[in-house]
């Protein structure tokens, strides 16, 4: 299968490449980074360069392609129960890590989507993270360090990954899709800020994401012009499913954060209306963070299980009136 390529993760790869030259890895990782952006492929390099028989996350020798393919014994992607890891879960993997590896000397637990998990199931991971048995690594990947207790971060290497940018989702879009007109590719790489895993989902045909992307450029269309009331019928529309509101308030922020970018000469942009952000940067600057901090705020509050109706009537009223109409 060759190595993993990962794509605009160049910080990531210098700081594991280092790691491995030395022989000496941290035990916990953390990964953040926006929905799309490769977390999970960069938690398997990271294994690979832990478990790969040749020391080089080479992708090719039997361990590598195991990790790859999901089926290594010494990689236990920790399943949840419920919709966010429970103390239960958590209790199980602590008292499976005292347990020697099976094929390797070492043995790593992933940790995958943590955003929303409660402080009592990190508390319950603590002590296992601080002070592991040698053989065992932990990896977490979550939107946001926010999601992690401070005492969990002081005792892990904290990688953010970045979208890739246009360039790099381009050359990752036509390895993928090679048989894509080019024009396409491009449109699409665009329209969703160099985030590869965005773009290779709308390119599958995913729907759901398509509608998404059309409701926030609409929102941002009604934004610019005051449009209060549509702009919170637009964001009632998804707020009876919290993972889809949560998506596109996040992808709404980000479009803000163009606006903002752009009123301040910048060019390059990360979001999925580059109308919209054109017509939002023409607004106070101010007032375009006051509505990225309150898009931050509403996202954040997803995970605190609000009430997602008034927490889009809320999100609403914010953003036509921090554009001060």
């Known amino acids: 299968m060759g190595k993993l390529t990962l794509y605009g993760k160049a910080p990531l790869l210098h700081a594991v ?23 999970k492929t960069a938690a398997l390099y990271i294994t690979m360069s832990l478990l790969c028989e040749k020391g080089t996350a080479c992708g090719e020798c039997r361990e590598c392609r195991r990790i790859v393919s999901d089926s290594h014994p010494d990689l236990r992607i920790v399943e949840k129960a419920k919709k966010t890891y429970s ?21 790593v637990y992933l940790f995958t989507d943590c955003d929303g998990w409660s402080d009592a199931a990190q508390n319950a991971l603590l002590k296992a993270v601080e002070d592991p048995p040698d053989p065992v ?5 979550g939107i946001k360090a926010a999601s992690f207790l401070g005492t969990l971060v002081s005792r892990s290497m904290v990688l953010n990954i970045n979208p890739a940018g246009h360039e790099e989702c381009m050359a990752a879009l036509r390895e993928r899709f090679p048989d894509r007109d080019g024009a396409e590719l491009e449109r699409v790489s665009k329209a969703l800020g160099g985030n590869i895993g965005s773009c290779v989902e709308y390119l599958e045909g995913s729907e759901e994401l398509m509608e998404r992307v059309e409701l926030v450029r609409r929102i941002s269309a009604c934004a610019a012009q005051g449009d209060e009331y549509t702009v919170s019928a637009l964001l009632n529309s998804v707020s009876s499913d919290r993972t889809a509101f949560e998506e596109c308030v996040d992808m709404f922020g980000t479009v803000i954060r163009d606006a903002v970018s752009l009123s301040l000469g910048r060019t390059e942009l990360l979001g ?50 921090s554009l001060r109409f």
Do not use: W
Request: with cysteine.
């Open 87 to 107: 103390v239960e879960d958590v209790r199980t993997v602590v008292s499976d890590s005292i347990i020697s590896p099976n094929d390797c000397e070492r043995k």
């Open 17 to 39: 490449d280092a790691m491995r030259q030395s022989g000496r890895f941290v035990h916990s990782f953390i990964i953040t980074g926006e929905k799309g952006t490769g977390k």
């Open 272 to 321: 999925c209306d580059e109308e919209g952000a054109k017509k939002l940067s023409a607004f106070d600057v101010q007032g375009l963070v006051n509505i990225y901090d309150a898009c931050t705020a509403a996202a954040d509050s997803c995970a605190q299980n609000c009430n997602t109706p008034a927490a889009a009537g809320l999100l609403a009223s914010r953003i036509v009136r």
């Open 137 to 141: 690594y932990f990896i977490f990947t």
